[in-house]
């Protein structure tokens, strides 16, 4: 594999550093910290390269946090990064990173990966549904334990110490990671980064090695289709042992191997199981949404009708639902329960003037 030098003297320039502040205060800039430096951006840059040329630079100790996301309203335990000098940081770490990852990743490694969000990871798997017509196949569903709490460190430092070459760099990133170790923290930027480029040897060893039909990964999620049940099952047990031994992570106990959807022919009734994947539900002929996400949008819409009210928190969580409902077969549901409680034409005006008027103050 190519290594890469030359990464610490071109993230410390003025502005590669001012960059990394922009992207940093992305959807924050009206915070006081966050507003404080970007009024100064040329010096704040200034301040953090002379801080990590000298040395001094360490991360800072965080106390974690708990927070409910995803569909099924998982709690998590994140940890907050403070914006400078830290989230900077971070940012300047992985802009010198990213051009180097993204085009050595597998073509399906999906999730916080620019252009390759649930979107792009249920079009895929729509797709490969398609490519097999009439035919029967059989798809693994499978999760890893608790993966970004078993990132092995030093397992990742060594991939990263292959791919770079540049030892102040590294150096720099070693300190991030040694930072939070055992694991790696949910709620900083390298994170998903770090974590998608542990997993690439998975995506080699599976794509390359095992030849399944079809493999898909979204972060710790992966999904495996196959025309052979056994082989689906030995492929299973192999990615079981390449884990274990390669990268020191475990398997859920609620990995899935299944035949997809068919309609029997004798009945006409559909069998098997549908893909449940990143909130869509994958059925022979449609896709439609997680029951739970179908819940929380009905929910949000009674509240919004029953108040009366379209706060700008409550118009954005409006529009990007409709974002799901509109790539689903779920407009039936949108007609009978969202459309007659609230206008998303009146969601977005409200979106678009607030954006107008941020635009005005810049």
């Not at 990995?255 to 997809?260: L, S």
């Not at 959807?261 to 449609?286: K, M, P, S």
Request: glycine share 6%.
């Amino acid at each position: 594999m190519k290594s890469f030098n030359g990464l610490y003297e071109k993230m410390l320039e003025p502005d590669e550093i001012i960059a990394a502040i922009d992207e940093a205060a992305a959807g924050k800039r009206t915070r006081g910290d966050v507003a404080k430096v970007l009024q100064n951006k040329d010096g704040y840059a200034a301040a953090i390269a002379a801080k990590i040329r000298s040395g001094l630079w360490r991360p800072p100790a965080h106390v974690k946090s708990e927070l409910q996301e995803g569909s099924h309203r998982k709690v998590r335990k994140i940890e907050k990064p403070i914006f400078y000098d830290e989230q900077i940081v971070h940012h300047m770490l992985i802009r010198q990173l990213r051009p180097i990852m993204q085009p050595r990743m597998y073509e399906y490694s999906c999730g916080s990966i620019p252009g390759r969000g649930p979107l792009y990871a249920v079009r895929a798997i729509k797709r490969w549904r398609d490519g097999y017509g009439s035919r029967k196949f059989y798809v693994a569903e499978l999760d890893v334990k608790k993966f970004y709490d078993h990132v092995d460190a030093g397992v990742l430092k060594g991939m990263m110490h292959r791919l770079i070459r540049d030892k102040r760099f590294l150096a720099l990133l070693d300190r991030v990671i040694d930072a939070a170790a055992p694991g790696l923290p949910l709620g900083f930027y390298t994170s998903p980064w770090l974590g998608n480029w542990y997993l690439t040897a998975l995506d080699r060893y599976a794509t390359q090695t095992l030849r399944p039909d079809h493999y898909l990964r979204y972060m710790d999620n992966v999904f495996i289709f196959s025309a052979n049940k056994r082989k689906l099952h030995r492929i299973v047990a192999e990615i079981e042992r390449f884990l274990g031994e390669k990268l020191h992570l475990r398997l859920n106990d609620s990995k899935q191997v299944f035949r997809f959807e068919y309609r029997d022919r004798q009945t006409g009734q559909v069998r098997g199981r549908a893909i449940n994947a990143l909130g869509f539900v994958v059925h022979l002929d449609r896709v439609t949404l997680r029951k739970s996400i179908l819940q929380r949008v009905r929910a949000k819409a009674n509240r919004m009708h029953r108040l009366h009210r379209c706060r700008i928190v409550d118009a954005a969580a409006m529009v990007s639902y409709m974002g799901w409902l509109t790539h689903t077969d779920t407009y039936g549901y949108y007609l009978r329960y969202i459309k007659p409680k609230v206008s998303i034409h009146y969601c977005k005006r409200r979106l678009a003037t607030l954006a107008r008027r941020k635009g005005v103050k810049k």
